[in-house]
């Protein structure tokens, strides 16, 4: 490996989240993306192909050095690792409609699901998974919500656009897809899918 | 299907968890079957997530298309299975029963013979039906991205503490002094509350009322009191007539609501 990935695989030993390739490059005044990228690349084909206990995954927006998963049941067994409590039915359905929709109001999560949303809302909130992001110009202006990088983290996507495309389901949700206009042309990141 | 034969029985089908359509339904002992079975209908609450869950599971148990759902019997079934929820999820679900009632109703209206004109009434719910489902393919693919991603440990897990007893308190009477001493040193401008003792004169008081009472049959408890009474000296009264009425040197009377007690030398009854 060449001493900048050396650098890097350092780097995310060190750190206890993942960490963004535009952070990486501050580890090194000369380094720029492109070869920030080409050292990921390096260490990742190392520890996949030198026979390594753990991998270079992407997740929640940057990177992180994770065990591989053949290894869970044995540290689980030691207690040397654990896992978060489970999410549950609602939440999941509520986290569904928030990471398709969003910015999205209490409201339409209700609407979609049928029962009320305010308290497994709260508990999201409290995990961190989902975030306020504005305001509704609607009437009573309520409150818009949206996923976290740390939404991104737990299920273990890189970004948004991995979450599964549903164009070729029936019913017109607005699935995320990667922005092909311009910056300044929100609504084009959320097209409706109504086939 | 065997569900629609016993659904023109009298005995109502049983309503079970949705992703177990069959073995993981039954119950687990004959006892409880029969127990079950005197029930008549039984849903276990905590297996849906809201009405919808409910009814796409009944459109599911009749192997029921969504787009072309016979309301009248699906709405009755429906009614059937939240009557026997708990009232504090019951609201959700009489929402949608209210709209399922709504709709049967509106399916039985004569449509225009030209059939034109005829809006589905049931587009809105097949609708958010599918959204649903939708949603719920979604949430199951995410819940399995979060099991696949639990498989993968980052650095920085700690282990939760385990729970220890707090130590038994060992300290003599010199360490709490010394403790109090460390604390007391340690605020700049120490208040010291001095205490004094309460210059209430109970026993003047009782010899004021023994002596008034010597003299007259009753009188008003104020006449005890001297010209400018202090709240101890009013206290020192109240608690002196106390004792003496506790001790039957004296009754006390009170003539009507809020007013002033009567003090009397013998009770009420007694000088009537």
């Given at each position: 490996m060449?001493?900048l ?10 750190a ?15 380094a720029?993306l ?7 690349e390096?260490?990742?084909?190392h520890?996949?192909f ?12 940057g ?9 869970a049941?044995?540290i689980?067994r030691?207690?040397l ?14 986290l569904?409609?928030?990471?398709y ?11 979609i ?23 509704s110009?609607?009437l009573g ?6 996923t976290t990088p ?7 996507l ?14 017109a ?21 109504d086939? | 299907m ?8 009298s ?36 297996a ?17 298309d969504i ?5 009248a019997?699906?709405?009755?079934q ?5 009557k ?7 609201a ?15 399916m039985?209206?004569?449509r225009?013979q030209?059939?034109?004109e ?8 097949v ?35 385990p729970?220890l ?9 010199l360490?709490l ?17 001095s205490?004094?003792?309460r ?6 008081a009782?010899?004021r ?16 009191l001297g010209?400018?009474p ?7 009264l109240?608690l002196?007539?106390?004792e ?5 040197q ?9 007013a ?5 030398r013998?009770s ?5």
């Amino acid at each position: 490996m060449n001493p900048l990935a050396q650098l890097i695989e350092a780097a995310l030993f060190a750190a206890a989240r993942p960490v963004t390739a535009e952070e990486l490059v501050t580890l090194d005044p000369d380094a720029s993306l492109d070869e920030v990228r080409a050292a990921l690349e390096q260490l990742r084909e190392h520890y996949d192909f030198d026979g390594h206990g753990v991998e270079v995954a992407e997740l929640g927006g940057g990177y992180q050095i994770l065990s591989r998963p053949a290894f869970a049941a044995a540290i689980e067994r030691a207690q040397l690792g654990g896992r978060q409590p489970r999410l549950t039915a609602a939440m999941l359905e509520t986290l569904a409609v928030i990471a398709y929709r969003q910015p999205v109001g209490r409201a339409e999560i209700e609407e979609i699901r049928g029962v009320s949303a305010s308290g497994v809302l709260r508990s999201l909130q409290e995990r961190g998974l989902i975030e306020v992001t504005g305001r509704s110009e609607g009437l009573g202006r309520p409150l818009l919500y949206g996923t976290t990088p740390l939404f991104l983290e737990l299920l273990g996507l890189p970004d948004l656009s991995n979450l599964p495309r549903t164009e070729e389901l029936t019913i017109a949700l607005q699935p995320y897809k990667v922005e092909t206009a311009g910056p300044d042309d929100e609504s084009a990141a959320y097209v409706a899918a109504d086939a | 299907m065997e569900h629609l034969s016993e659904m023109t029985a009298s005995a109502p089908p049983t309503i079970t968890h949705p992703d177990s359509p069959d073995a993981g339904a039954a119950p687990a002992s004959p006892e409880a079957a029969a127990i079950l079975g005197s029930l008549g209908f039984v849903v276990r609450l905590e297996a849906f997530s809201g009405p919808l869950d409910l009814l796409l599971h009944l459109l599911r148990e009749e192997q029921i298309d969504i787009a072309d759902i016979p309301i009248a019997r699906i709405a009755d079934q429906f009614l059937l299975a939240i009557k026997h929820l708990g009232l504090n999820q019951a609201a959700d679900y009489l929402e949608m029963a209210s709209r399922l009632v709504r709709l049967k109703v509106q399916m039985l209206l004569p449509r225009n013979q030209d059939g034109e004109e005829w809006e589905d009434p049931r587009a809105e719910l097949v609708r958010r039906l599918l959204e649903y489902q939708q949603i719920r393919e979604i949430a199951h693919w995410m819940a399995g991205a979060a099991e696949r991603r639990a498989l993968r440990f980052g650095r920085g897990y700690l282990p939760p503490p385990p729970e220890l007893p707090p130590p038994p308190l060992t300290l003599d009477l010199l360490d709490l002094l010394t403790a109090v001493e460390r604390v007391v040193s340690s605020i700049l401008h120490p208040v010291f509350h001095s205490v004094v003792a309460r210059p209430l004169n109970v026993e003047g008081a009782s010899l004021r009322v023994l002596s008034l009472l010597a003299d007259r049959e009753e009188f008003v408890w104020t006449e005890a009191l001297g010209p400018r009474p202090s709240i101890t000296d009013v206290l020192s009264l109240l608690l002196a007539l106390l004792e003496l009425a506790k001790r039957g040197q004296c009754f006390m009377t009170q003539p009507a609501v809020f007013a002033p007690l009567v003090i009397r030398r013998e009770s009420s009854r007694s000088a009537d």
